[in-house]
C-alpha cells in the first residue's frame, strides 16, 4: 500500500531469495542504509545465528530476532533484509510501521538451496537429512504469510542487478518524487 511518504523498504522471502543482496543494490540506489536482520542480530548476540540455534534453539533465536526487528523497523531511509522466518508469522506483514513498503523476493525451493549451498553452516533450518524436503514443506508453510507483502518480484533466471532495477522501477513509479541513483 502507498503511503504518504516512503521511509523504509522491507524485503522478505525465503532463505536464498536474495533478500540481502539485492537490497544492497537496492539501498544504494536509493541513497539509504541497507540492513539485514541477520547481521543485527549476531551483532547483537555476539554469536553467529548457527550458534544461537545451537545456544538458545529456535525459540530463543525468534525472541531475540522479533525484537531486534521492531527496533529495526523504526529506521529511517533504510532498505531491511529481514530473515526468512521473520515475515513467515501470523499478522506480521499487516502490522508494519506507517511508510514501510513490503516486497516479497520469489524463489523455489530448489533454486533457494542452489544458492544456500554455496554459504554452509549459516542456514540450520537446512542442515537436515533431506534439505530438499524441508525447504519445499517450510516454504510451503511461508507462502501464505509472504504473499501479504506490497508486492512480489520474481527472482529466478534474474540476475541481482535485474532484480535490484525492476524494486527501484516499482518504488518510483508509487514514489514518483524518490530520486534513483545511476548506480
Ligand atoms: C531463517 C532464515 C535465515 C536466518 C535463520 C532462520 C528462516 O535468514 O534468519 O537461519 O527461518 O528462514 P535468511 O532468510 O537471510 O537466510
Same mark, same amino acid.
Given at each position: 500500500?502507498?503511503?504518504?511518504?516512503? =521511509? /523504509?523498504?522491507?524485503?522478505?522471502?525465503?532463505?536464498?531469495?536474495?533478500?540481502?543482496?539485492?537490497?544492497?543494490?537496492?539501498?544504494?540506489?536509493?541513497?539509504? /542504509?541497507?540492513?539485514?536482520?541477520?547481521?543485527?542480530?549476531?551483532? +547483537?548476540a555476539?554469536?553467529?545465528?548457527?550458534?544461537?540455534?545451537?545456544?538458545?534453539g529456535?525459540?530463543?533465536?525468534?525472541?531475540?530476532?522479533?525484537?531486534?526487528?521492531? /527496533?529495526?523497523?523504526l529506521?529511517?531511509h533504510?532498505v531491511?533484509?529481514?530473515?526468512?522466518?521473520w515475515?513467515?508469522?501470523?499478522?506480521?506483514?499487516?502490522?508494519l510501521?506507517?511508510?514501510? +513498503?513490503?516486497?516479497?523476493?520469489?524463489?523455489?525451493?530448489e533454486?533457494?538451496l542452489t =544458492?544456500?549451498?554455496?554459504? $554452509?553452516?549459516?542456514?540450520p533450518?537446512?542442515?537436515r537429512?533431506? $534439505?530438499?524436503?524441508?525447504?519445499?514443506?517450510?516454504l510451503?508453510?511461508?507462502? $501464505?504469510?509472504?504473499?501479504?507483502?506490497g508486492r512480489?518480484?520474481?527472482?529466478?533466471? /534474474?540476475?541481482? +542487478?535485474?532484480?535490484a532495477?525492476r524494486i527501484?522501477?516499482?518504488?518510483?513509479?508509487e514514489?514518483?518524487?524518490?530520486?534513483?541513483?545511476? =548506480?
Open positions: 500500500m502507498t503511503a504518504d511518504r516512503l =521511509r /523504509r523498504v522491507l524485503l522478505v522471502g525465503f532463505m536464498g531469495a536474495g533478500k540481502s543482496s539485492v537490497g544492497r543494490r537496492v539501498a544504494v540506489g536509493l541513497g539509504w /542504509r541497507f540492513i539485514d536482520f541477520d547481521e543485527a542480530i549476531e551483532r +547483537e555476539g554469536l553467529s545465528v548457527a550458534e544461537l540455534f545451537a545456544k538458545w529456535e525459540a530463543g533465536f525468534r525472541s531475540l530476532e522479533s525484537r531486534v526487528a521492531n /527496533r529495526l523497523l529506521e529511517e533504510v531491511l533484509g529481514s530473515g526468512g522466518g515475515g513467515a508469522v501470523p499478522g506480521r506483514l499487516e502490522e510501521p506507517e511508510g514501510t +513498503e513490503t516486497i516479497w523476493l520469489r524463489v523455489s525451493a533454486a533457494a =544458492r544456500v549451498r554455496g554459504q $554452509p553452516g549459516t542456514r533450518l537446512l542442515e537429512k533431506d $534439505p530438499l524436503v524441508e525447504a519445499v514443506s517450510l510451503g508453510e511461508r507462502v $501464505p504469510y509472504y504473499r501479504r507483502a512480489a518480484v520474481d527472482t529466478e533466471g /534474474r540476475t541481482v +542487478e535485474d532484480v532495477a527501484l522501477e516499482i518504488l518510483v513509479s514514489y514518483p518524487e524518490l530520486r534513483v541513483n545511476e =548506480r
